[in-house]
């Protein structure tokens, strides 16, 4: 139920969702972070209801991956990922390239029987400080189903600001290097679940997916200290463009899932056009269940 909730609004900070003593999720919407790490929101943790936090917010080996975040690696000449960018023929570059996500003000923020709603307003501006895009993000924390397990939909609305565009969406892949197709809503996991076992909807298995289509991906590994097994899938919508969706996926050297549609086909978000991207992600405790990953996404495609 909704009323399980607390919600905790850190003012120009974070909004906080806890049940009982257990966080849930913090959205960070207003990091302090270097130009170059392309600032913008995250989430960081997200957390079973009975407390097991799988992400990992801002690693050494890539202090630009935020937990659970939107990070776009090529939008026409700029990088709304973070840190370098790849460069046709040249590989990896740290370029004077990295724009921001920027938050403007709160929509909606309440809880209701329904779930915890956050939709806010974003900007998103070049390196050079031009206003490319206007945002409008919702996050929908759901009424628990359970104990331990906890379901979020997360909606991107993105309109060219003004008279800028078109913004061409693309990937380190459409720019060149082989399999690297991430761009996206993204979640990078807790070191302990490297190695962690991956499972496509069509039933594919392993790492080799890369690259392949799929309605949902699941991510099944253990936390360190606690030694529970903890699963993460997350799900494409069918109302999303070129779905079912290309999955960016790793379980070494790092754990990490982006549902990516822009994997290896650039897409062109022309003037006065919409582009609207709505994911699915959930959280359990527990061994690997897939029938209940498959009942859980037919049942939020269908409500979401």
Not at 8 to 25: A, K, N
Request: with cysteine.
């Amino acid at each position: 139920m909704a009323n399980e909730f607390t919600v905790i609004h850190t003012l120009d900070e974070s909004v906080r969702v806890q049940r009982g003593p257990v966080v849930l999720l913090e959205y960070h919407y207003a990091p302090d972070v270097p130009q170059y790490e392309s600032p913008k929101p995250y989430i960081d943790p997200l957390a079973t209801p009975l407390g097991d936090a799988v992400t990992l917010d801002r690693p050494h080996d890539h202090l630009w991956h935020r937990g659970l975040y939107f990070g776009w690696a090529h939008v026409n000449d700029n990088n709304f990922w973070g840190g370098p960018t790849y460069v046709r023929d040249q590989g990896y570059r740290g370029l004077d390239n990295n724009g921001s996500q920027v938050h403007e003000a709160w929509e909606r923020l309440e809880k209701s029987d329904d779930g915890v709603w956050m939709v806010e307003r974003l900007a998103w501006y070049s390196f050079g400080g031009q206003r490319w895009i206007d945002e409008r993000r919702t996050l929908r924390v759901h009424p628990l189903a359970s104990d331990n397990e906890l379901l979020l939909t997360v909606v991107t609305e993105l309109t060219p600001h003004g008279d800028q565009g078109p913004f061409v969406f693309g990937s380190p892949t459409t720019n060149g290097r082989p399999n690297a197709g991430y761009s996206g809503l993204t979640i990078r996991m807790q070191r302990s679940m490297n190695d962690g076992r991956i499972v496509l909807s069509t039933g594919q298995e392993g790492p080799d997916v890369m690259g392949q289509r799929g309605a949902w991906l699941h991510f099944a590994g253990r936390l360190d200290t606690t030694n529970q097994p903890v699963c993460v899938a997350m799900f494409d919508h069918p109302t999303n463009p070129r779905h079912p969706t290309k999955f960016f996926v790793r379980n070494n050297p790092f754990g990490v899932i982006n549902p990516a549609f822009c994997f290896d086909e650039e897409y062109v978000l022309e003037k006065g056009e919409t582009l609207t991207l709505r994911y699915g992600v959930w959280v359990r405790r527990g061994e690997e269940d897939l029938a209940r990953v498959a009942q859980v996404y037919r049942g939020w495609a269908e409500g979401a």
